[in-house]
């Protein structure tokens, strides 16, 4: 039985490796967790989600639903897994991350062709490789990569959203309800803390005023034999008091937005919402949507119980920022996500330039399933532009260089629809179209791959 490396043990590593043992290939897990920690995972299980616990909405004509209804027909076990683990988050897919995690790791441990080796990899592999590393690869195993592609990295700063309890929560001030009503539950999916002006200036101001945590020298500078890039963060997941920054009513309009929600205490649209998402299926605990931050722990104790209905919340996690790492990926990957000049070496995950844990599933099967089919001489699936997967694909390996930033799923990398399909059509309308050209077009070129 052949072997294949796979390096990193996070969404993407996992994924590609069951995808690879289902092939019949023998399956070496690389996971350095929990001998070398990376400043940000809470556990050694794999799978670990360190941000939110929502992996995006699972409405057929929305981006990510799309993607996960490519990743239903192409077998995905993580995303089975996510759905086993669901907690309520309206049309989302939300995850208890503990019961995620822990199902995911067993699933591994489990499988007769996997085998999971607990110690840092430090050099690329000579064998069949899938490099899943993830956005906090360690500084020696980028050397490693920096040596393999002969280029500067990338990499941004990246931030994490605080967790509260819920018994904490001031249910006199905040409500439940999810935007436009749409929620499983009659009470709604989500948490919401209404502000007026008032207290929006208020927090506005305590929050702009906040000391913050000074990013420590590993996070400044990449180490010794690899080249910094530009320090930037990344723009879809900024910390709050960063947007704050941008103008009086840039949170109001963004993170804080209070469309679709109307306070019970007035009947009227409030001018600010904080909403909190449920994170676990106990139900005990909820994050603060949206709203990361690099804010020192004592400033967000005291800044965040300006936030009405958080006046005496206690805090399970506090926000953090951290260094994220992808690689040059158009220069250095093709479609089918194999490295430009070896044909039996892939990436996969965030450390490709792919944004989002659904994202980083869907590279993680493609990753796995293209290096058993190369290995069993047969093409490496190269996916139609007009399916999500596809077209994340071709953005990171055909995009400039120069701008290149990571890419969520989202209907603006597909191809135009025919004119006769865009006349006098609504977005939502247009968007449905699109997903079903995706499902038909990847059902095409499954069943023709076969």
């Known amino acids: 039985m052949k072997t294949i490396k796979i390096i990193g043990g996070g969404l993407a590593g996992s994924e590609a490796a069951w995808q690879a043992a289902q092939a019949d290939f023998h399956v070496q897990v690389y996971e350095m967790r929990p001998k070398h920690e990376t400043g940000a995972h809470q556990s050694g299980d794999l799978a670990e989600l360190i941000c939110s616990n929502s992996l995006g909405s699972n409405l057929p004509d929305r981006a990510s639903g ?48 996997i085998e999971i080796i607990r110690e840092e990899v430090t050099e690329i592999p000579a064998e069949p490789s899938i490099i899943a590393s993830g956005p906090l690869t360690s500084p020696k195993f980028s050397q490693a990569i920096a040596k393999l592609t002969g280029e500067e990295h990338l990499y941004f700063f990246d931030a994490i959203a605080p967790i509260v309890h819920a018994e904490s929560i001031n249910m006199d001030i905040a409500f439940r309800a999810s935007r436009y009503d749409r929620g499983e539950k009659d009470e709604g999916d989500y948490i919401n803390c209404p502000f007026n002006k008032e207290e929006y200036d208020r927090f506005l101001h305590a929050l702009l005023k906040a000391e913050r945590i000074k990013l420590h020298s590993f996070e400044l500078e990449i180490e010794k034999g690899v080249k910094a890039g530009a320090h930037r963060y990344f723009e879809g997941c900024l910390p709050a008091e960063i947007i704050a920054e941008r103008g009086e009513k840039s949170l109001a309009f963004g993170p804080l937005r209070p469309v679709g929600l109307h306070d019970p205490r007035t009947g009227k649209r409030p001018y600010a919402v904080l909403q909190l998402r449920q994170d676990n299926l106990a139900g005990d605990l909820y994050n603060l949507v949206g709203f990361q931050t690099n804010l020192k722990f004592p400033e967000q104790k005291h800044v965040f119980r300006l936030i009405p209905g958080l006046e005496n919340v206690e805090f399970a996690r506090y926000g953090q920022m951290h260094r994220n790492t992808f690689i040059a990926s158009p220069r250095l990957l093709r479609p089918t996500l194999q490295f430009h000049n070896r044909d039996n070496l892939l990436f996969a995950g965030q450390i490709t330039g792919v944004e989002g844990y659904i994202g980083n599933i869907a590279t993680g099967l493609l990753a796995g399933q293209n290096l058993a089919r190369i290995l069993n001489n047969q093409p490496p699936h190269q996916l139609p532009e007009t399916t999500m997967l596809g077209a994340l694909c071709h953005y990171i390996t055909h995009a400039e260089e120069k701008d290149f930033q990571p890419m969520k799923a989202n209907f603006g990398i597909l191809p135009p629809l025919a004119f006769s399909d865009k006349k006098k059509r609504g977005k939502r309308e247009r968007a449905a179209l699109r997903a079903e050209r995706a499902l038909r077009d990847l059902e095409t070129y499954l069943s023709a791959s076969q």
Do not use: C, W, Y
């Open 66 to 113: 799309l993607l996960k209804n490519e990743l239903r027909r192409m077998g995905s076990m993580l995303l089975a897994i996510a759905e086993e683990s669901a907690v309520p988050a309206g049309g989302a897919l939300a995850v208890d991350r503990e019961t995620f995690a822990q199902k995911v790791t067993a699933k591994i441990e489990n499988h007769p062709n």
